[in-house]
């Protein structure tokens, strides 16, 4: 709908838009004026299915043949399968010289215009006959009374309407023209936001592999007046004193029986080293590697 509202009235797409330029057809009477828009209907619908639908269609066919056919080999054999039919064999064989036909045309033309040899810098500029240009001052003006005598004309057509829908109307509209007024400011300001975001988050993601040293591990938390005392021998359980079987931590830290520190915690609802309150789901079963 922006981009519709681009084109109708300020004559270019947003980017274009946004850069100070705009389209000029080049069956252009050089005298345009508010009422005329400088884009026909078909021009704008055409120039709306390029911008908007060909990228999304194409976009969609990019994923979808990077998912099939470009996966690590490692999940290959399984997407095989799927590649029986005719229509997916001939997207595979056929897509990637599409693209690079849809790629090389766009890159022939830029390059043509970038050399001054062509007006267009794009195939679709060229199925339009559209040449971009900068916006001058009359431009501008020009786009502005455009704007004006449309919103003239659809504040006028509200007002002839019933009250409760001449006041939604109204609300509508208010809200509908201060998005449009202002939506380069918030679109810049959201892309601005976004890259400050993507390097900051990139910065702190660098940082610790980069140069910060692992820290040392903490000390061991203090054992309490009373409680259970830790053996010389690790390998024995702190309260029932032989070998530990089924290993599980505490919330504190230490090692005990699954069975011993299950049923103290249930009794005591603490920590039987440290005092510390803990509950049966903060026990931790610990799985010991063969090596
Ligand atoms: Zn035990």
């Given at each position: 709908m922006?981009?519709?509202?681009?084109?109708?009235v300020q004559?270019?797409?947003?980017?274009?838009?946004?850069f100070?330029?705009?389209?000029?057809?080049?069956?252009?009477?050089?005298?345009?004026?508010?009422?005329?828009?400088a884009?026909s209907?078909?021009?704008?619908?055409?120039a709306?299915?390029?911008?908007?639908?060909v990228?999304?269609?194409?976009?969609k066919?990019?994923?979808?043949?990077?998912?099939?056919?470009?996966?690590?080999?490692?999940?290959?054999p399984?997407?095989?399968?799927?590649?029986?039919?005719?229509?997916?064999?001939?997207?595979?064989?056929?897509?990637?010289?599409?693209?690079?036909?849809?790629?090389?045309?766009?890159?022939?033309?830029?390059?043509?215009?970038?050399?001054?040899?062509?007006?267009?810098?794009s195939?679709?500029?060229?199925?339009?006959?559209?040449?971009?240009?900068?916006?001058s001052?009359?431009?501008?003006?020009?786009q502005?009374?455009?704007s004006?005598?449309?919103r003239?004309?659809?504040?006028?057509?509200?007002?002839?309407?019933?009250?409760?829908?001449?006041?939604?109307?109204?609300?509508?509209?208010?809200?509908?023209?201060?998005?449009?007024?202002?939506?380069?400011?918030?679109?810049?300001?959201?892309?601005?936001?976004?890259?400050?975001?993507?390097?900051?988050?990139?910065?702190e993601?660098?940082?610790?592999?980069q140069s910060?040293?692992?820290?040392p591990?903490?000390?061991?938390?203090?054992?309490?007046?009373?409680?259970?005392?830790?053996?010389?021998?690790?390998s024995?359980?702190?309260?029932?004193?032989?070998?530990?079987?089924?290993?599980?931590?505490?919330?504190?830290?230490?090692v005990f029986?699954?069975?011993?520190?299950?049923?103290?915690?249930?009794?005591h609802?603490?920590c039987p080293?440290?005092?510390?309150?803990?509950?049966?789901?903060?026990?931790?079963?610990?799985?010991?590697?063969?090596?």
């Open positions: 922006a981009v519709r509202h681009s084109l109708a004559v270019s797409s947003l980017s274009e838009n946004f100070g330029l705009m389209r000029v057809p080049d069956a252009a009477s050089p005298t345009r004026t508010a009422e005329k828009p884009l209907k078909a021009s704008q619908r055409f709306l299915l390029t911008l908007v639908f990228p999304y269609i194409k976009g066919l990019d994923d979808l043949y990077r998912r099939r056919y470009q996966q690590p080999s490692i999940i290959q399984a997407e095989t399968e799927l590649d029986e039919t005719a229509v997916s064999q001939l997207f595979k064989k056929a897509y990637p010289w599409l693209n690079a036909g849809y790629e090389g045309t766009h890159f022939v033309y830029q390059m043509l215009y970038l050399l001054e040899v062509s007006n267009y810098y195939p679709w500029y060229y199925a339009l006959k559209h040449r971009c240009q900068r916006l001052m009359d431009d501008i003006a020009s502005m009374q455009r004006a005598a449309l003239k004309k659809i504040i006028a057509a509200n007002e002839r309407r019933v009250l409760p829908l001449r006041l939604l109307g109204r609300v509508s509209l208010t809200s509908w023209y201060l998005v449009v007024d202002y939506s380069h400011l918030v679109l810049l300001g959201a892309f601005c936001a976004f890259k400050v975001l993507e390097w900051w988050y990139s910065v993601h660098r940082m610790p592999t910060l040293p692992i820290p591990p903490p000390e061991p938390p203090r054992c309490a007046d009373g409680g259970v005392s830790i053996p010389s021998d690790v024995l359980c702190p309260i029932c004193r032989q070998k530990r079987s089924n290993p599980a931590a505490s919330s504190s830290g230490f029986c699954y069975p011993c520190i299950f049923n103290y915690v249930q009794q609802t603490r080293v440290t005092h510390v309150p803990s509950s049966v789901d903060q026990i931790r079963r610990l799985y010991e590697t063969s090596s």
